[in-house]
């Protein structure tokens, strides 16, 4: 017990889950061939956590416990406490050289609120159940992941309209007795699901009276039986690798999660059917979580501005006026980012006890990157050339009767060779790609649902911005 190794984590995936990819049921996560890369991915916050240098940013002595354990279940009550957790996102995303290591944060995120929404509803066995879950977290350091996410059916329909096609596109409670609860639906989307050890699932949305069994929230080991996780393929990523690489290749995949009739413990449930609260622990879980796809964001946009500024140099046109300006445009993109960021955890506020960012800030921070995301990309495109698309692959440049034509006419610069402006437009056609796009919109909730959260935690302040200036008007 305590914190894990990598091998503890590799080790503990060997449970006999139920795993498809690409039409094959899978033997063992951590020998296949393009999960395994996926596994080491996430087994990359394991790793850091054994760094000694990482060692007081990734873990913490925990006053309840009285023992040291991974930052991520440590309950925050301060700005400190969010931002020690967002620079640790920060630290583990730059170690995967922009891909997120997934191991804990969405995990404890749920896991947060769900503490908020049980204190608010002051149901002291949920209190009991999400402490007594979360003391098992700390002692068992597992990887937990969230499955919010429904597969919804009709989107302008509710969970239980009679006009959607069938009753289960929303995750339900099906059936109880006096030990648990059975539940049916289905999950999509569910990032490093195939390879972590537990899955939080939680409602998508605000419920209804009539949705009250849709109103379901609760934490299940993955080899849970009934549970059937599809993945999304992804030997793209790998293929698109044009160069020899000794780097290690980070990538993850996201699963269709079916829940076939699938039997929870009371003890692992932590919402069944108080559909009024339904809507409090969506809005924490969207909070914190856009807090932490913020983190995500921060080394990925230290990478846009390092190849913008790379492939510049390369082309010999860092100086030009408008290049300058571009390079401008990404320095804002990252610094903007991070300052809101960051002021979103120091300037914090208190629900149910638990420290959560600031939630117009983090809403804002959330919105600026997805909004401005294509901007960025386009301004690289455009600094890379039309050569992005058009380059010759790394076998053209291995024959012998090409490379030195290559080397000749595919440098620009004095001083660059042609090679390592292949290899940069090859890391610039990874990590710009059409799905690093979507998850940019769509993950932790599409444009809108931050424009209407703004919107609302704005109310306050819109109020007094219109007194004021009545005041000023004499009109009040
Ligand atoms: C790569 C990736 C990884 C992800 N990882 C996770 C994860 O780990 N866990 C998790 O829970 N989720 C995850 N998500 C899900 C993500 O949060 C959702 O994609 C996002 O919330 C949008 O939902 P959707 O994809 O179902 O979009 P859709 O609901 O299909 O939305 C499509 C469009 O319809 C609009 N729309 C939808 N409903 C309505 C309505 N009622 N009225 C008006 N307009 C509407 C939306 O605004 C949007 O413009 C991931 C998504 C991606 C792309």
């Avoid at 409670?173 to 490093?192: Q, S, Y």
Wanted: hydrophobic share 40%; charged share 25%; proline share 4%.
């Amino acid at each position: 017990m305590g914190l894990k190794t990598v091998q503890q984590y590799k080790d503990s995936l060997k449970d006999g889950r139920v795993v498809y990819y690409k039409g094959e049921l899978v033997a063992d996560v951590t020998t296949h061939p393009d999960l395994s890369v996926a596994v080491d991915t996430m087994a990359l916050d394991y790793h850091l956590a054994e760094l000694p240098e990482f060692r007081d940013l990734a873990t913490v002595d925990d006053e309840v416990l009285g023992e040291r354990i991974n930052r991520y279940y440590y309950l925050p009550k301060n700005g400190d406490d969010l931002l020690k957790q967002f620079e640790l996102i920060v630290a583990s995303t730059r170690m995967g050289d922009g891909f997120i290591p997934l191991a804990h944060d969405i995990g404890s995120d749920a896991l947060n609120a769900i503490s908020i929404t049980a204190n608010s509803m002051g149901n002291q066995e949920y209190i009991q159940r999400i402490e007594n879950y979360r003391t098992y977290l700390k002692k068992t350091d597992l990887a937990v992941v969230t499955a919010m996410t429904d597969v919804k059916g009709d989107r302008m329909l509710r969970p239980s309209d009679p006009e959607q096609n069938h009753a289960d596109y929303y995750v339900r409670v099906v059936d109880k007795n006096d030990k648990g609860i059975i539940v049916r639906g289905a999950k999509i989307h569910i990032t490093g699901a195939p390879y972590s050890n537990e899955i939080f699932v939680i409602p998508s949305r605000a419920m209804s009276e009539a949705d009250a069994d849709y109103a379901v929230a609760f934490a299940i080991p993955v080899n849970t039986k009934g549970i059937k996780m599809v993945c999304r393929p992804f030997q793209g990523h790998i293929s698109s690798l044009e160069f020899p690489n000794s780097r290690p290749v980070r990538v993850h995949t996201d699963a269709l999660i079916i829940f076939d009739d699938v039997f929870i413990p009371w003890e692992r449930v932590f919402l069944c059917g108080e559909w009024k609260h339904s809507a409090t622990l969506v809005y924490n879980f969207a909070l914190m979580h856009r807090r932490t796809g913020c983190a995500y964001r921060i080394p990925m946009s230290e990478q846009f501005l390092g190849v913008a500024k790379a492939i510049a140099d390369y082309n010999g046109i860092s100086n030009a006026p408008h290049v300058r300006e571009k390079l401008t445009e990404l320095v804002i993109y990252l610094e903007t980012l991070r300052s809101m960021s960051r002021a979103a955890c120091l300037d914090f506020v208190t629900y149910g006890g638990i420290a959560v960012p600031n939630p117009i800030s983090t809403n804002i921070a959330k919105y600026y990157f997805a909004n401005e995301y294509h901007n960025v990309i386009k301004i690289i495109e455009d600094l890379a050339g039309g050569v992005l698309v058009t380059a010759p692959s790394y076998k053209d440049y291995l024959v012998p009767e090409l490379q030195g034509d290559i080397d000749k006419y595919l440098s620009a610069k004095k001083g660059y060779p042609a090679e390592q402006r292949l290899r940069m437009l090859d890391l610039i056609r990874r990590i710009s790609g059409a799905d690093r796009e979507t998850i940019a919109l769509h993950g932790e909730g599409s444009l809108q649902a931050q424009r209407m959260t703004i919107l609302a935690e704005a109310r306050q302040v819109i109020g007094q911005c219109q007194k004021m200036v009545e005041q000023q008007a004499e009109i009040v």
